[in-house]
């Protein structure tokens, strides 16, 4: 069984670049998450997919937009970056189904800069 | 909105000790509640995740329990060792396909 990956695993990019990020869901799973984590922070909700159709969002700005495949993996694409986007990326997998439990699996990360 | 604290923001302790790490959120409502383990500048492993019928949750020396009603939640380290050191986030969910609500978490220190 293959766990959640995420590449890259760091980047440095210029204020006003666009970056995309992206995830492989652990074998099997059908949802995927993706969390934003600032240093000294929690993480916070980005949005959900679902079978490739987003599921929910949190308080992130439209330039924050996703995208999830046929076979589960996922992308984070940020435009117009900003410094305050320098955080800590993390991806989630988990499986959706009637009778739960909906345990969440997190890969290592995306350390992006924004300079 | 669900929101979560978690006390102590930091401990430190010596090796052997056991441990409370204490998670409290606003919304009883919720389906299940997740521990997590973060090294530094690593992605989240999960411990223990307790779905809301239940009370308790064990796995080797860590054992964590669920107050529903009251909104609290507590995780235990019996014996701790260096390797504990980490710090540990608990996140509630408030339905079945939703998401998880992070405190800031607990950043353990235990010294040999």
């Known amino acids: 069984e293959t766990g959640v990956t995420q590449s890259p695993t760091h980047l440095i990019k210029t204020r006003g670049q666009q970056v995309t990020l992206r995830c492989s869901s652990q074998?099997?799973?059908?949802?995927v998450s993706w969390y934003q984590q600032a240093l000294g922070q929690g993480p916070q909700f980005i949005f959900q997919?679902?079978?490739?159709?987003?599921?929910g969002r949190g308080n992130f700005p439209p330039r924050f937009s996703g995208l999830q495949f046929p076979n589960y993996s996922s992308e984070l694409n940020v435009n117009a970056l900003e410094l305050d986007d320098s955080a800590l990326y993390l991806c989630?997998?988990?499986?959706?189904?009637?009778?739960?439990?909906?345990?969440?699996?997190f890969g290592p990360g995306t350390r992006l800069t924004v300079t | 909105k669900q929101e979560v604290t978690q006390i102590p923001a930091a401990l430190s302790v010596p090796e052997g000790e056991n441990l409370v790490l204490n998670c409290s959120f606003t919304?009883?409502?919720?389906?299940?509640l997740q521990w997590f383990r973060q090294d530094p500048g690593k992605g989240l492993t999960s411990l223990l995740l307790?779905?809301?019928?239940?009370r308790e949750q064990t796995s080797g020396r860590l054992n964590a329990s669920l107050d529903k009603s009251s909104g609290r939640s507590t995780l235990y380290i019996a014996a701790s060792q260096p390797g504990d050191s980490a710090t540990y986030l608990c996140?509630?969910?408030?339905?079945?396909?939703?998401?998880?609500?992070f405190g800031k978490g607990t950043m353990l220190l235990v010294s040999p």
């Open positions: 996140a509630p969910t408030n339905s079945g396909y939703s998401t998880l609500t």
């Open positions: 997919y679902y079978r490739e159709e987003e599921n």
């Open positions: 919304d009883s409502a919720i389906y299940n």
């Open positions: 074998s099997g799973h059908n949802t």
């Open positions: 989630a997998s988990s499986l959706a189904e009637l009778e739960g439990p909906y345990e969440q699996y």
């Open positions: 307790i779905q809301s019928s239940q």
